[in-house]
C-alpha cells in the first residue's frame, strides 16, 4: 500500500505544483487573430504563386542544403531493397529474432540486410532489458 501511495504522491506532484499557475494559460486573443492573418495571406500567396520557389531565389545553399538533406533523411535505409518497405533494422528492432530470421531468408542470405537486421535486434533487446529492470528495480525498493 505504501508503493502505490508513494507513486501515486509521485505522479501527482508535477501537475499540483503547476495548478496555481493559472497565467500559463491565459492569451491574448488579438494576437492570436492578427497572427492567423498573416497565415492566411501567406497561405493565399502560396496557393496563387505554386510555381515560385523562393527559397531558391532568396538564398541559393539552403535550397542546396535542403536537397543534400532530404536524400540523406533516411538513416536506417541502405538501399533499394526493403522487404515490404521496411528497412531491415526495424524488423530485427520490433520482431525480435524472427525479425532477423526472416531478413535472412527472404533476402536470399544477404549478409548486410541481416546484419542490419541483426543490429536492431540488439537494439531492441538492450531497450526493452533496460525498460524492465527500470520498471521492476523501482518496484523493489
Known sequence: MKKLLFSFVLLAL????????ADLF??????????FVNADALD??????RDINLLE???PAIANWKNNASESINLFDKGPEKLMGIPPF??????NWVGVLLV????D?????TRDALIGFLVGTVIYVGFYFCWWGSWLW
Open 14 to 21: 508535477p501537475v499540483l505544483s503547476y495548478a496555481s499557475k
Open 26 to 35: 491565459s492569451y491574448d486573443v488579438q494576437k492570436v487573430k492578427a497572427l
Open 44 to 49: 493565399h500567396f502560396v496557393e496563387m504563386n
Open 57 to 59: 531565389k532568396i538564398n
Open 90 to 95: 526495424w524488423w530485427g528492432f520490433f520482431l
Open 104 to 107: 535472412y531468408l527472404l533476402t
Open 109 to 113: 542470405h544477404n549478409k548486410e540486410y
